[in-house]
T-cell receptor, first 116, second 115 residues
Framework: AQKVTQAQTEISVVEKEDVTLDCVYETRDTTYYLFWYKQPPSGELVFLIRRNSFDEQNEISGRYSWNFQKSTSSFNFTITASQVVDSAVYFCALSEDNFGNEKLTFGTGTRLTIIP | GAGVSQTPSNKVTEKGKYVELRCDPISGHTALYWYRQSLGQGPEFLIYFQGTGAADDSGLPNDRFFAVRPEGSVSTLKIQRTERGDSAVYLC?????????????FGPGTRLTVL
C-alpha cells in the first residue's frame, strides 16, 4: 500500500528565511508520481508540481525548488526567501500508475507560517 | 477558463438526513475524483469516474455514500442517513484524461456539518 509521511506538522519562520518541507513516501510500484499542493486559508488546493519516478532531476521554479531522492524515498520542497503569502498548509501526495486511475494519497500536511 | 466548481460551499444538516453535493468539473475533463478532508488531515480518496462510469469506488466508507455522473460531466455525491462523523470538507477534482501525465485540479470544496 502506498503511504506519504510529512513529519513536520507546523513550521514557523521569519520572512525572507529559507524553509524546507519534508516528504517521505512508500510504494511498491516502480512507476509512480509525486506531487506538492498548497492549501491557503481560502481552502482550495493549488497544484505546485508533479514528478515521475524516472526523473530524479531537481527542479527550480522561482523561489521554489524540489529535491527528489529515490534512494531515501524523499521528495522535499524548499522555499527560498520566504514571503508572508507563502503561509499555507502544504501537502505532498503520491499516485501509482494504475492505467488511468490517478487517485492521490496525501500526507497529513505541514502548516507553514511566515512571520513578517 | 472556469475551474472546478462545487455547490453548496457550506451545508449544515441534521443527523439522519440525506444530502447531495455537486461538482462541476473543468469543461472537457473526462476524469473526476471525490476526496474527503477531515480537520487537520490530508484529503482522502473516495471515488474516481472516467466518463460516466465509476472506475474505482474503493474509498467510499460504506453504503450510505454513493456518487453519480450520468452525462460524464457534472457529478453528485449523495450521502444517506448522515452521521456526525461525516462532517468534513468534500473536495472534487478533475483531470483531462485521468492518465499519468494529467494533473488533478481541485474545486473549493463543500464543508458539510452534521449536527
Amino acid at each position: 500500500a502506498q503511504k506519504v509521511t510529512q513529519a513536520q506538522t507546523e513550521i514557523s519562520v521569519v520572512e525572507k528565511e529559507d524553509v524546507t518541507l519534508d516528504c517521505v513516501y512508500e510504494t511498491r510500484d516502480t512507476t509512480y508520481y509525486l506531487f506538492w499542493y498548497k492549501q491557503p486559508p481560502s481552502g482550495e488546493l493549488v497544484f505546485l508540481i508533479r514528478r515521475n519516478s524516472f526523473d530524479e532531476q531537481n527542479e527550480i521554479s522561482g523561489r521554489y525548488s524540489w529535491n527528489f531522492q529515490k534512494s531515501t524515498s524523499s521528495f522535499n520542497f524548499t522555499i527560498t526567501a520566504s514571503q508572508v503569502v507563502d503561509s499555507a498548509v502544504y501537502f505532498c501526495a503520491l499516485s501509482e500508475d494504475n492505467f488511468g486511475n490517478e487517485k492521490l494519497t496525501f500526507g497529513t500536511g505541514t502548516r507553514l507560517t511566515i512571520i513578517p | 477558463g472556469a475551474g472546478v466548481s462545487q455547490t453548496p460551499s457550506n451545508k449544515v444538516t441534521e443527523k439522519g438526513k440525506y444530502v447531495e453535493l455537486r461538482c462541476d468539473p473543468i469543461s472537457g475533463h473526462t476524469a473526476l475524483y471525490w476526496y474527503r478532508q477531515s480537520l487537520g488531515q490530508g484529503p482522502e480518496f473516495l471515488i474516481y469516474f472516467q466518463g460516466t462510469g465509476a472506475a474505482d469506488d474503493s474509498g467510499l466508507p460504506n453504503d450510505r455514500f454513493f456518487a453519480v455522473r450520468p452525462e460524464g460531466s457534472v457529478s453528485t455525491l449523495k450521502i444517506q442517513r448522515t452521521e456526525r462523523g461525516d462532517s468534513a470538507v468534500y473536495l472534487c477534482a478533475s483531470s483531462a484524461g485521468g492518465g499519468p501525465t494529467d494533473t488533478q485540479y481541485f474545486g473549493p470544496g463543500t464543508r458539510l456539518t452534521v449536527l
